[in-house]
Structures are given as structure tokens and as C-alpha cells.
């Protein structure tokens, strides 16, 4: 590790640390040229292996651009998408592999969109599945109320409202 000071090239550990529960680990260094001393921050490098074959570090800030641009014009905050995006990286992390494919990645944004916003979700869910028919559209919407029921009927017990309907 080369000092941000005088760029000596090796540095001293002093101290090590596990942060962010056990995902990283903060080291304090010193330089035994200029005495100064620094902190730095390591994590596993997470890869994303691409359908094109490429592979490329992960972001979550290219998995919350990408659920900010589903989201535009829904009321959902900054702070809703950056919790997202911890909620996903988490899930990824905890799989414990050095590459994920890309299409896991999209398929752990899913969970966490549905409950974030409906209608954001049949947005990004549209695109990220590639529907090609109001169908496609009427089946997600479809399995979306089937859940919200599923939700409902655990609890307050609506079943009679949706039996009537039915009948």
C-alpha cells in the first residue's frame, strides 16, 4: 500500500478492524518514511459476469439508477432507494461468490422493487423480463394481486369480500 502522503510504497499495519459485519475490514497505517499515518477500507471485490461475457465490478449505484429510472414520476424517496440498494447488495454478498451472473442480480431487485412501489416494479419487471403483450402486463399484475390477497386474507380476513366477487 503506497502512502497518500509522500507515495512511499510500503506501509506499516497498526490496527485492523472488521466493519460493516464482517464485509470489510478498516486497517490504520503508518508510513515509516514520513511518520504520517492513515486509515484505509478493504472489501471483497463482488464481480458481475455480463450476458455478453464481459465481467465488470459491481455498483449499487448502477442498481439505484437503475430503479431511479423505473421510478421516475412515483413517489419514492432517495433514502428508499439507497436502502434498496443495501437490501440487494446484502443478498448478494451473503451468497458468498466472487462473480454473480447479471440476471441474479436483476432477479434480487425484483423482491425488494414489488414492495418498494407496484407500479415502479411493472416497470422495471416489464423491461427487466422483456414483456412483449398487454398479457404479459396482465399477468404480473395478476400474481400482484394474488400476493396483496394472500397478504390480506392472513390478516383481516377479506376472503367473504373476494368470494362474493367470485360467486
Known amino acids: ?3 497518500p502522503f509522500c507515495r512511499h510504497p510500503d506501509t506499516r499495519v497498526i490496527d485492523s ?3 460493516d459485519d464482517g464485509a470489510a475490514i478498516r486497517r490504520r497505517r503508518s508510513c515509516p518514511v514520513c511518520e504520517r499515518r492513515f486509515t484505509t477500507q478493504e472489501t471483497v471485490l463482488l464481480m458481475v459476469a455480463k450476458r455478453s461475457g464481459v465481467t465488470e465490478p459491481f455498483s449499487r449505484t448502477k442498481i439505484i439508477a437503475g430503479v431511479r429510472r423505473a421510478c421516475q414520476g412515483r413517489p419514492v424517496s432517495e433514502d428508499a ?4 440498494g443495501q437490501q440487494v447488495e446484502e443478498e448478494i454478498r451473503g451468497r458468498g461468490l466472487a462473480e454473480v451472473p447479471a440476471h441474479e442480480i436483476g432477479l434480487a ?3 425488494p422493487m414489488r414492495d418498494l412501489d407496484e407500479v415502479a416494479y411493472l416497470h422495471f419487471a416489464s423491461v427487466y423480463r422483456g414483456f412483449e403483450s398487454l398479457s404479459d402486463f396482465e399477468a404480473e399484475i395478476a400474481s400482484l394481486r394474488q400476493d396483496r390477497e394472500a397478504e390480506t386474507d392472513g390478516g383481516a380476513g377479506t376472503g367473504g369480500r373476494s368470494g362474493a366477487a367470485t360467486g
Open 17 to 19: 478492524r472488521s466493519t
Open 109 to 111: 431487485i425484483l423482491g
Open 1 to 3: 500500500m503506497h502512502c
Open 81 to 84: 432507494l439507497a436502502k434498496l
